[in-house]
Every structure is written in C-alpha cells, then in structure tokens.
C-alpha cells in the first residue's frame, strides 16, 4: 500500500493566503491509482480518508494504515467503492461481490478483510471513501439498476449533467458517509453551479472520463475569496466545509462526489447567487 502524507485542516483565513504551489498541496490528490497497488490519503476534515487500487495482475489486501492505529481497516470505520474500470471483484471476508463500470460497494463497521481483484484479466479501479462509523450497517452492493438518477441543467448554460447517486440514506443506511457520481453531457462543462457551501458536512470530487489532455478548474473558498485548481484525469481534491466546490471543463466530464459529516440529507446546503462569488 502506498499512503501519503496526512492531509491536515486548513482554515479559511489560512487558505487565502495560499499561491498555486500550497493550494495543490493542502487540497490536491494527485494520484489516486498505481498498478498493483492501494493508494491511501488520510485527512483530518471530518477523519475522511480517500483511496484507490488498481489490481492489474495480482490481489489487493486493503490493509489499515498507521493514522488509524487499529487492527483492522474497518475496525471503526465505514467503507463506500465505486468502480471506474471494468468488471473487478471486492470480496469481504469471504464474500465476492462482482462490480461493473460505475456500481458501487458499501461495507459496514467490523469486516476484517476486503480484497480488490480483477475478473479473467479485466482492468477496474476501485476508487473508495471511508469514514469513522459509530454502528455497523450490512455489507451492499448498489447496482446501476439500484441507484437514483436525477437530470438537471441545460445545454443553453453548458450544465447539463445527470446526477447517480449510490451510497444515500434514500438506498442504504450508512453512518456518515455519502457517495455517487455526476456526468456531465457531450459538449457541457459546468458542474455544481450555482455554487453552495455546507458547514455541516465535507466533501472530496475525484474527476474522471477526461479524455486526452483535457482538464478541469475546480474552484473551492470562501464565496467571497475563491481560488482554482487545475485537475487532471484521476485526480481528487479535498472541499472543506467552508468552501464551495465547483468546475468547468475544456470537455464534458465525470465526477464521483463523497461526503461526510453530521447532516445525511442530500439537498442540505447552503446556496451561493453566481453574481455573489468574488
């Protein structure tokens, strides 16, 4: 496993100060997926943690790192995996269960071992969530068929975007953590706009489907003091509960959205007027 440095919290006041190089580096997940390999990035917004591996020719054994001193990874904590590649396998204490393109897998408090695998030589990648759990729910699968979509947007302001939602209170119970994805239409490339911050919970996008040398601005701060980044295709970047998180794309694109905090209910936010932003 390879985990990275603890990403620590980082006040508003702190984070307006900051140039391109301490931006990237306080909110940037750079690489999320290495061959044969668990990636690891622990923060301290919320004790969320984000990860991915890429079993090519060989098993993965999700493992706990030194930030959690436990035992076992899901010694108190929740898990949620969504699958961007093809058909993999993640087997819980002995279960497999078959993920396709864009499923997901949540797993509860208190399995002791979970494996990432390829299926007859496929190539997935399971980008995953996790955070502390305060009970332990039942391990599910959330199927394609399984999953709530919602369309929003228009093509006249370049957001036409359908909403997946995967891992919700509305489809499985969870302690905190929330997940899905949204897809942005061939020839949109806003996403979350209007802006909107939520100081009762965090979040972290993981931008992916960018195509060739495409990218994406991601905009996060204070609504009033907002700064950029430039994301690239498998890349994530941290949102703290102060910041809007918003984007826009030289192409259309696709991002997974995972949330932690208090406030499970998915239209909790607090919305920002587009002429209000600064």
């Known amino acids: 496993m390879e985990n990275n440095k603890p990403y620590l919290s980082i006040s508003p006041t702190e984070a307006k100060t900051f140039q391109t190089k301490a931006l990237t580096e306080n909110f940037l997940l750079k690489t999320i997926f290495m061959p044969n390999q668990i990636t690891t990035f622990y923060t301290t917004y919320d004790r969320f943690l984000v990860g991915g591996a890429a079993p090519v020719n060989e098993s993965l054994v999700l ?3 030194d930030e959690l001193r436990a035992d076992f990874f899901l010694e108190r904590r929740e898990l949620g995996i969504i699958n961007v590649g093809d058909l993999g396998v993640v087997t819980v204490d002995g279960v497999a269960y078959e993920l396709e393109h864009e499923e997901a897998l ?3 408090r208190g399995p002791k071992e ?3 695998s390829n299926k007859n030589g496929s190539t997935p990648l ?5 955070t502390p759990a305060h009970a332990a729910y039942p391990t599910e699968k959330i199927s394609s ?3 709530q979509y919602v369309e929003l ?4 302001n370049a957001n036409k975007r359908r909403i997946k939602k995967l891992i919700v209170q509305e489809i499985i119970p969870t302690c905190q953590l929330q997940m899905g994805l949204t897809m942005l239409y061939e020839g949109n490339v806003w996403n979350t706009m209007p802006a909107h911050t939520h100081l009762r919970r965090m979040e972290v996008y993981f931008y992916y489907n960018l195509q060739g040398d495409n990218a994406v601005s991601h905009f996060m701060g204070e609504p009033q003091e907002t700064r950029h980044i430039w994301m690239h295709n498998h890349q994530a970047v941290i949102s703290p509960p102060w910041s809007i998180h918003s984007g826009c794309g030289t192409s259309n694109y696709t991002f997974i959205w995972g949330m932690a905090g208090e406030n499970l209910d998915y239209g909790d936010m607090d919305g920002v007027k587009v002429k209000e932003l600064m």
């Open 145 to 147: 068929e399984r999953a």
């Open 106 to 108: 949540y797993v509860g």
């Open 114 to 116: 979970v494996v990432f």
């Open 153 to 156: 947007g228009d093509d006249k």
């Open 63 to 65: 493992k706990p790192i």
């Open 126 to 130: 399971f980008y995953f969530n996790s």
